[in-house]
């Protein structure tokens, strides 16, 4: 059925096994989420093409692999949860950019390296930006001062370094700040 709109499978309910290919034949589908659940595996590059997504979230899995750079490929997102599974590598922002409604970032407890993606810096309507406990390594950006709806920022558990920019004393929605076990 290519006009289903949700799929949605709350924390233990007991789904297992591997995400399947032809979810990205699903057109209409606004909502992925399964979260604290056995999923296994990938994500299919295949899920790039779901250009209407709203929510995806596969939090509290055993997913591995390199996040698909195509993941990022739909302009409604507004949520993008993928923390606390086994995912590597560098964490591809290429398609961000476009993403104006994205509100909320997570990509915490993974292996994830690389330096703060600098991209996000331009997502003004970001309010959660959760990547604790990756493998990130770098400055944090001055530009982070630009996302004047932040609320959010976890960077803990990194080997985040430098000076912590001042400007993040003009985030003034800025709620929950977490820099703690970095290399500041």
Do not use: H, W
């Not at 709350?10 to 399964?34: A, H, P, Y």
């Not at 659940?37 to 591995?64: A, D, H, M, V, Y």
């Not at 600098?118 to 990547?131: A, K, M, P, V």
């Not at 803990?156 to 703690?180: A, R």
């Amino acid at each position: 059925n290519n006009s289903l709109k949700e799929i949605s499978f709350g924390e233990r309910s007991n789904i297992q096994g591997i995400i399947i290919t032809e979810l990205g034949l699903l057109s209409d589908l606004e909502v992925f989420k399964v979260e604290a659940n056995g999923l296994k595996g990938t994500i299919p590059t295949e899920l790039g093409s779901l250009t209407k997504l709203r929510e995806f979230s596969l939090r509290q899995n055993s997913l591995g692999g390199e996040i698909p750079g195509n993941l990022l490929s739909s302009t409604d997102l507004e949520v993008l949860d993928l923390s606390q599974n086994n995912f590597q590598g560098l964490f591809k922002v290429d398609g961000i950019i476009e993403m104006t409604k994205l509100r909320t970032i997570r990509i915490a407890i993974n292996d994830i390296v690389g330096t703060f993606p600098i991209e996000l810096t331009n997502l003004t309507t970001l309010e959660i930006i959760d990547l604790s406990t990756t493998l990130m390594s770098s400055p944090i950006p001055t530009e982070i001062g630009q996302l004047e709806n932040l609320q959010e920022l976890r960077l803990s558990g990194n080997s985040f370094n430098g000076t912590i920019p001042t400007e993040l004393g003009q985030l003034t929605d800025l709620l929950y700040l977490y820099l703690d076990s970095n290399g500041f």
